[in-house]
């Protein structure tokens, strides 16, 4: 597959099943070992509360980056939509790590570096194949 620099790519990234799984494990892990401690009991509910309103969110929305809606490739030019509908032009757009569940991807905007996880069943094959084409000839 050859792609031409000018090419433009739109990503958006969709809800993961593998993120669900995962954040599903390792809560219930947590609660078996604060179930399990040697805690007093009002303790351990309190504990236990206080990570379920932090899960809730995450068991709600499936996105590790639910600020991201979209992000756009064109004219040799990143582009990255917020949740709040504002659109920043991205100076560098690079990989960091790459493996069979995520890639953490790290974005530049003027001076500020952002950093997001993205899992590989938010997008499709095809354009996480471009989204390494295009970040490797950057």
Request: hydrophobic fraction near 45%.
């Amino acid at each position: 597959m050859k792609l031409s620099p000018s090419s433009e790519i739109i990503l958006k990234p969709t809800k993961s099943k593998v993120y669900f799984r995962l954040i599903s494990i390792l809560y219930f892990l947590t609660v078996a070992l604060i179930v399990y401690s040697s805690l007093f009991s009002l303790i351990k509910l309190a504990l236990i509360a206080v990570l379920s309103v932090y899960m809730i969110p995450e068991f709600i929305n499936k996105n590790p980056s639910n600020f991201i809606i979209e992000m756009i490739y064109r004219n040799k030019e990143w582009y990255i939509t917020t949740k709040n509908g504002i659109t920043e032009d991205c100076d560098e757009l690079r990989i960091i790590i790459h493996n069979t569940l995520f890639q953490l991807i790290q974005i530049s905007i003027l001076d500020k570096r952002k950093l997001f996880i993205l899992f590989n069943d938010q997008i499709s094959e095809h354009q996480l194949r471009q989204l390494h084409h295009i970040s490797s000839n950057e």
